[in-house]
């Protein structure tokens, strides 16, 4: 299953990005699209399994959505985001 | 939206953006500057009367429309999110200092585009100060920079800005006496295009804005970060089909709307180390924000209240720019301006420095 992370920073990104790597999910930082959002952050793409590469997302993530045939799938959105 | 027509559709907003642009200088506003937002905003900062140039007050509409087009938009299409609480108070310092490294230069991101439009090529300096000011800002975000998270507000909070837009049009159209608007002949402040053109054209641009994301500092931000040309497609857009516009207008004869060159172009001065330090102060300024002056107009509509923030810092910056001598003419940039271009430069290096994560490493 292909996800999309938003983050609160680009450094959010990178720091997410890493994390996949390290769990060797392929992971890669990119712009986020704008059918996702209005907002002109960096997002990150991966291809895992599991929807989340850690026991819990990290805080600087925003929200994640899961890529499926019928659009965008909202699977998480941090607190008062 | 696919990829491919994500960038035709910016391509085709930045093409209609650019001849909106050429055009409102047909319809009355100054050479080279249908819209600039850092001009426009000290124009409406000087009709309130917060400084006293009397060649630079007037209420713009095609800011007001930027903001309106946004927030209509969003509102529409269900993406108006009110948001804000994200480190305000370092926004509008920033905000500050962007404005009085645009007015060293005598324009924003998107005037210097205009300016490339109509053959000034003192903007080439900007463009360089600019391209700098953005890799100074990208490196500090992969070394770790950010502001605070945001968060969601309520809708009244996120509109507020909105409605402070709708109360500047009703003094403009109202104009009463404690509003200061430029003499006939006083400067830039007194060209304008008709209050009802200038108000449609900031609509249209602040709606394909706010569905294209066009960002001035973002297309070369996105190119250096991924290798992505959309933003700075659109970037380009404006400047071609602005130069176009430029050229047939002048080619009919209707006036002089293209000139090549440095010397005598307007509203402009030919001193490249501070047309490129001003610069390169707004386009470091402008990364650290996420965004050019533009875009935080457009963020504000979209409900935005740090964005929002930004524009008021933007707008007092050009105040403190003309009361304190800071503001460069035709004539060239003044000391005072050199020094605070400087200062700027330090302070927006200190901002960054100091919001960048430095124990925890990627």
Not at chain 2, 147 to 174: N, W
Not at chain 2, 187 to 205: K, N, R, W
Request: charged letters at 10%.
């Amino acid at each position: 299953m292909t996800y999309i992370a938003t983050f609160y920073s680009h450094f959010g990104a990178i720091r997410f990005r890493k994390l996949c790597q390290e769990k060797g999910i392929p992971a890669e930082i990119m712009p986020v699209p704008r059918d996702l959002s209005s907002s002109c952050g960096s997002c990150v793409r991966y291809e895992s399994t599991l929807p989340c590469p850690a026991p819990q997302y990290p805080e600087e993530v925003e929200q994640v959505v899961s890529v499926t045939s019928q659009g965008y799938q909202s699977l998480y959105r941090a607190e008062n985001g | 939206m696919p990829k491919t027509h994500e960038k035709t559709g910016i391509v085709l907003a930045g093409i209609a953006i650019g001849v909106i642009a050429s055009l409102l200088v047909f319809f009355g506003n100054p050479v080279n500057m249908g819209f600039c937002i850092a001009c426009f905003l000290r124009d409406i900062s000087g009709a309130l009367g917060l400084h006293t140039a009397p060649a630079v007050q007037y209420i713009r509409p095609e800011i007001l429309g930027l903001v309106l087009g946004s927030f209509l938009l969003s509102v529409f299409r269900k993406e108006f999110m009110p948001r804000g609480g994200s480190s305000p108070l370092t926004r509008f310092v920033l905000g500050f200092f962007v404005m009085i490294g645009c007015l060293m230069f005598l324009g924003c991101p998107f005037r210097m585009i205009l300016r490339l439009a109509g053959g000034d090529l003192n903007a080439v300096f900007g463009l360089l100060g600019f391209v700098c000011g953005i890799l100074a800002g990208v490196f500090f975000l992969n070394k770790g920079y950010s502001l605070k998270r945001t968060y969601k507000l309520p809708t009244l909070e996120g509109a507020a800005f909105s409605a402070i837009q709708v109360a500047l049009l009703v003094l403009l159209v109202a104009a009463p006496a404690f509003i200061y608007f430029s003499e006939a002949g006083a400067g830039p402040g007194a060209l304008h295009a008709p209050i009802l053109i200038s108000l449609a054209a900031g609509l249209i641009v602040g709606a394909l804005a706010q569905r294209t994301r066009l960002c001035m500092v973002g297309g070369i931000r996105d190119l250096v970060l991924f290798g992505e040309w959309k933003l700075l497609a659109g970037f380009i857009a404006i400047l071609a089909s602005a130069l176009v516009c430029n050229l047939v207008l002048t080619g009919t004869g209707a006036g002089t709307f293209f000139t090549l060159g440095m010397e005598g172009q307007p509203v402009a001065h030919t001193d490249g180390l501070w047309n490129f330090l001003g610069m390169l102060l707004a386009g470091f300024g402008c990364v650290l924000l996420g965004g050019c002056p533009l875009r935080q107009l457009v963020l504000s509509g979209e409900g935005n209240t740090d964005s929002a923030i930004t524009v008021l810092g933007l707008g007092i910056g050009a105040a403190f720019a003309h009361n304190f001598g800071l503001a460069s003419s035709g004539t060239g940039p003044t000391a005072n301006g050199k020094v605070a271009v400087v200062i700027g430069i330090v302070v927006v290096a200190v901002i960054a420095v100091a919001n960048t994560v430095r124990t925890e490493k990627a």
